[in-house]
Structure formats: C-alpha cells, structure tokens
C-alpha cells in the first residue's frame, strides 16, 4: 500500500446530469436483480478473498442507518455485498453512469448518484428520502477511492446526513481490497486476504454552532474508522497525522 500523506486535491465531476439522480424504486424487477448479485458477489468473493469478518453482530437488524466506509478499491462493494446481512442504498460516482459495463449494473441494482466536488442537493435529497423511509444508506466519507493508500481527509456530507436525518452511524472498515493487491494475488491464482470489520453504531450530538457540529461529526467519523484500522491504514487520521 502507499504511504503517501499529501494527496492531489479531491475531484470535481465535469458530468452534470440531476436527471438521472433520485432514490431508486424498490420494484419487484430492482429486489430480484439486487438478491441475484448478492449470490454473484459471495461467489466472487469466495473466489477471490480469503475474507476475515469481524463485527457482524454490530450490523443492525434494520434501518434507517447511515453506513461510512473506507475506500480502497473496486473489491469494497462486492466484499460489502457478500459479508453484510442487508441490501443497503449505495451512493456512486456519476461517471460510472458511462461505463459499459459498470453503467447498466449500478442502474439495474439502482444507484444514487453523486456529482463530486459540486453542490448535489439533488443526492443529499435522494439519501435523506432513503434514511426517512427506513433503509440503509452506504457512502464513503473520503469522496474517493483512496490514493494514499489509507484514510484520507473526510468530506462533511456522511455528518450532514446523519444530523439532519438523526439516524445512526455504523462504521465499516476494509484492509486489502486495494486493486493492486487484489489482482497481483489473481495472476497468481490466489485468494487475496482482506478483512472487514463493522464497528458499534453511533450518533452525532447537535450543536449550537452549525459548521462547528459538521467539522466535529466529519472528524469523529473518520476517528472511528480510523480506530478500526491497523495503524497503516489511517492515514490523515493515523498516529501524529491528525491535525
């Protein structure tokens, strides 16, 4: 993994498509295509990961819940989709709209998507009607897939969510799934080792000072992922990096 600690700045999207942004429809076509990739993404996942789970019994039965994650590669979502008990609500990257393969995917499971780095009410309102409808909502804090290799500066959209939704955090940290490790251990022919680990749900506490409860739920989220990671992977949020 890298050890970089000065990432390039956080990416805008040049993709502006609002249209395309909503809470998908939970139709009988959406349930039965979203139980058919769970029973793929065990069978990738058994395949390809030797995968250590620990923390399951910290899931929550049921929503609403506001699931943060860190982000290291492609192998996050199918590892999550395999280990988790629950379909959850993912917010992607409007980009991977495009994509030949990942596009008619993300859209068949539905998908809310996000236009990075740019004001997208239209996705915060999208995840807000998801929580208030009782379902669980997963995205990373980050806004990326990492490129140092551990955790990176958090965004205040995760705290935002939470606070305004008042729904409960449940953190859920990843080790391997970065996609050199995973694909140096597939020209091998071997299961790559990765872990997951889901930690306690929390709440946010309102404060009086908006900015300042935004800034101080983004840092204890991050914290809290942090905390389920061995130090090489925190990152910005490692031992003598906080700021």
Not at 3 to 23: G, H, I
Not at 145 to 155: A, F
Request: net charge positive.
């Amino acid at each position: 993994m890298q050890n970089q600690l000065s990432p390039p700045p956080k990416p805008v999207t040049e993709v502006w498509r609002p249209d395309l942004v909503a809470l998908p429809r939970l139709t009988f076509a959406r349930r039965a295509f979203r139980a058919f990739t769970r029973v793929v993404a065990k069978l990738l996942t058994f395949l390809t990961m030797r995968a250590t789970i620990t923390g399951l019994e910290n899931f929550p039965k049921d929503g609403p819940a506001l699931i943060v994650i860190n982000h290291l590669g492609d192998a996050d979502a199918v590892l999550m989709m395999a280990s988790l008990p629950n379909t959850i609500e993912g917010m992607g990257k409007i980009e991977l709209n495009d994509h030949w393969f990942v596009g008619p995917v993300f859209r068949a499971y539905g998908i809310i998507w996000v236009h990075r780095g740019r004001p997208d009410r239209k996705a915060l309102r999208a995840a807000l009607d998801g929580l208030a409808d009782g379902r669980m909502v997963a995205l990373a804090p980050e806004g990326r897939q990492s490129v140092i290799g551990g955790l990176e500066d958090g965004n205040e959209g995760a705290a935002f969510l939470a606070l305004k939704a008042d729904a409960p955090i449940v953190p859920i940290a990843m080790t391997g799934t970065e996609n050199q490790n995973i694909y140096r251990h597939l020209k091998r022919w071997r299961r790559a080792p990765v872990t997951l680990s889901v930690g306690k749900p929390f709440v946010l506490q309102e404060q009086a000072d908006r900015q300042a409860m935004l800034r101080e739920g983004t840092r204890q989220i991050m914290e809290t992922l942090a905390g389920l990671l061995p130090e090489a992977y925190r990152g910005k949020y490692g031992s003598g990096q906080a700021e």
